[in-house]
């Protein structure tokens, strides 16, 4: 059973470019989450999305920032005209979305890094 | 809002045991997580505890919960140069989905 798969890796953009970042839940997950690492700290929440549905956006900032979880396919984080306070870490994590227990398990994260 | 805090560094002589110490704010929080984090990776999950709990074992990993005092600790026996790593405490309140994070603590182990 392969984990949580996020693409690309790494990614460099210039400030005013956009960037995209894709994440393939664990088999048989239906919940998806997005959290963003800044350089020397913890993570912190920015969305939640269940199969073509957010459900949770408040960690989001309201402007560039969008999250999809489209029915076929990978859920899509994407930042609009990226600046270089958005270079981070992007760990995008998944939970079965099932039980009392919702252990959620990351995938490798996306560094991104905007020149 | 929810806050977790740890302390950021911890060394430790191989074979020793280390013990890493979180605390919270949140009373309503149900479920404690200990996480991994090797330079370049992701988080790997090491063990939760959910709040009814005071105690977790899980072969050289020991959880303890004071619920009282809103401490998390973990502890690791016998540690080894691979068990240098970030290690995050992580809670979930009851009513939400998403984790709110430590800022992690710098475990490394000396030779």
């Known amino acids: 059973n392969a984990g949580v798969m996020q693409n690309p890796r790494h990614l460099v953009r210039r400030r005013g470019q956009e960037a995209r970042l894709r994440c393939s839940p664990m088999k048989g997950h239906s919940h998806v989450y997005w959290y963003r690492q800044l350089p020397e700290e913890g993570l912190k929440f920015m969305v939640y999305?269940?199969?073509?549905?957010?459900?949770?956006e408040s960690g989001m900032p309201k402007e560039r920032f969008s999250a999809e979880f489209p029915k076929e396919g990978p859920s899509i984080l994407r930042i609009q005209q990226v600046v270089r306070g958005d270079s981070a870490a992007y760990f995008c994590?998944?939970?079965?979305?099932?039980?009392?227990?919702?252990?959620?398990?990351f995938g490798p994260g996306t560094r991104l890094l905007v020149l | 809002g929810e806050d977790v805090e740890q302390s950021l560094f911890l060394s430790v002589r191989e074979g020793d045991s280390s013990v890493i110490n979180c605390t919270y704010t949140?009373?309503?929080?149900?479920?404690l997580y200990w996480y991994k984090q090797e330079p370049g990776a992701g988080l790997q999950l090491l063990t939760y505890i959910f709040s009814n709990m005071d105690m977790k074992q899980d072969q050289r990993l020991t959880v303890l919960l004071n619920k009282k005092d809103k401490h998390l600790s973990l502890r690791i026996a016998d540690t080894q140069t691979g068990d240098s790593a970030i290690y995050f405490c992580?809670?979930?309140?009851?009513?939400?989905?998403?984790?709110?994070f430590g800022s992690g603590t710098q475990l490394t182990v000396l030779p």
């Open positions: 994590a998944s939970s079965p979305g099932i039980g009392v227990q919702e252990t959620q398990y």
């Open positions: 949140d009373s309503s929080s149900t479920y």
């Open positions: 999305l269940q199969k073509e549905n957010i459900i949770d």
């Open positions: 992580a809670e979930r309140s009851g009513s939400a989905r998403q984790l709110t």
